[in-house]
């Protein structure tokens, strides 16, 4: 496994939209690995997509264990996930790691279902809300080109210098 280099704001190519995954084989396998260590080595790192290490699919990971505990799905590699549904919409602070020096608050749904494959292409729904559905909400934008700096409430008041990684 290999920790990936992370492409920051305002590189260009994290505007790109992601194309579907089509093979489900040793080599997504492997990149999925490498994309779970660069996650978990990135300060605060509770969530990662793809286009962030400029590989330009549909896959989506995330982890909010180290914020929530075991309050929460646990680890996830989402593969060509979907919003299905949406309820409610609350604004939180939001960081980024293709973004390291700013937090913002974001509207985002506080409860949503997604569907997505795994990593042998099987189906499956999942229900989220809070903290994970805000975590899964960010890196399903990576897939269509967008970050959080993107859905700010205000750029003008809100949007944070970050003082340190937590």
């Given at each position: ?65 180290p914020k929530l505990g ?16 949406w309820e409610g919409m ?77």
């Open positions: 496994m290999a920790v990936l280099p992370i492409l920051t704001y305002p590189d260009e190519r994290l505007k790109q939209v992601s194309a579907p995954v089509a093979r489900f084989d040793d080599a997504l396998a492997a990149f999925v690995a490498d994309l779970t260590e660069t996650m978990y080595a990135g300060p605060g790192g509770v969530g990662i997509a793809a286009p962030q290490v400029g590989r330009f699919e549909r896959i989506v990971l995330v982890d909010v264990r075991e309050r929460c799905h646990g680890f996830l590699t989402l593969i060509n996930p979907e919003l299905a549904e609350a604004v939180g602070r939001e960081g980024c790691m293709s973004v390291p020096d700013f937090t913002g608050n974001v509207i985002r749904a506080e409860r949503i279902v997604v569907q997505a494959q795994d990593l042998q292409g099987a189906e499956h729904a999942f229900e989220f809300e809070g903290f994970e559905a805000r975590a899964v909400q960010h890196e399903m934008d990576h897939l269509d080109g967008l970050l959080f700096l993107d859905r700010l409430v205000s750029r003008k008041t809100d949007l944070f210098r970050r003082k340190r990684y937590k």
